[in-house]
């Protein structure tokens, strides 16, 4: 067997089982940063100003914890991404499809739109001014940007869900999980007019349906890091074969 064939399949399982140890770090960021600002207070979508005020200047520390955890999840978010596509592509191109490039775009898209997030809960709890004015519209902005990730969200869901389910990667009740995720996240998007306007029960969409993505990609996560689950490329078994 030559050097190249020895190396080609190992190295490729390897990435796999790196992006679910990814996957499975990202959520357990995202959890533990909420854990920590939850029940410090943090402000509901929808807060009046006076407690968003008063969560930004008291609990400043909380809010540069929770930044500090966001870089790392965001790189190991993508990563998660870039196995996912790399253990699917191959199925995918052979059915002419590219529903796992969908979700990689909606998880680069999530990315981007939660640093926007950060980066306005960071400049609340920065700034030294008491207009209120300025607070206010900060905050309007980071609850409409907040409730409107469920879209990126929901293209994760629904291309990796449906790209996995074709590709026999991940079981029947997974990829269903995936999908009433992404419709309830969808759907906390859509009412993004009314979620932002005041607190209320509208916001347990978004909620549960963050719950259910959490379960998802944790459990996406151990299916990568299994490398016999993960389908292997016509070049892949070639090698096997005639290495």
Not at 50 to 60: G, H, I, L, M, Q
Not at 149 to 162: D, E, K, M, R, V
Request: charge should be positive; hydrophobic fraction near 55%; aromatic fraction near 8%.
């Amino acid at each position: 067997m030559s050097s190249k064939a020895k190396f080609a399949v190992p190295s490729s399982i390897g990435f796999h089982r790196l992006s679910g140890i990814a996957a499975i770090g990202f959520a357990t960021m995202i959890v533990v940063a909420n854990l920590i600002a939850v029940p410090a207070g943090l402000p509901q979508t929808g807060a009046g100003i006076d407690e968003v005020n008063a969560f930004f200047s008291d609990r400043t520390r909380i809010v540069g914890l929770t930044t500090a955890l966001t870089p790392a999840a965001w790189i190991m978010a993508t990563l998660f991404g870039a196995g996912a596509v790399a253990a699917l592509w191959q199925s995918e191109r052979d059915r002419g499809e590219a529903w796992s490039l969908l979700g990689f775009a909606g998880l680069v898209l999530q990315n981007a739109t939660f640093a926007a997030v950060v980066a306005i809960r960071l400049a609340l709890a920065s700034s030294t001014t008491d207009d209120a004015g300025t607070t206010g519209m900060l905050w309007s902005l980071h609850d409409c940007l907040f409730t409107l990730n469920g879209t990126f969200l929901a293209l994760a869901l629904i291309g990796l869900s449906i790209a996995g389910r074709r590709a026999d990667l991940i079981r029947r009740w997974h990829g269903t999980l995936g999908l009433l995720s992404a419709a309830l996240l969808f759907t906390s998007a859509t009412l993004a007019p009314l979620v932002v306007d005041r607190a209320g029960p509208l916001g347990l969409l978004g909620l549960v349906g963050w719950l259910l993505w959490v379960v998802w990609i944790v459990t996406y996560g151990t299916v990568l890091i299994r490398p016999n689950k993960v389908p292997r490329s016509r070049r892949a078994d070639s090698l096997l074969v005639t290495g």
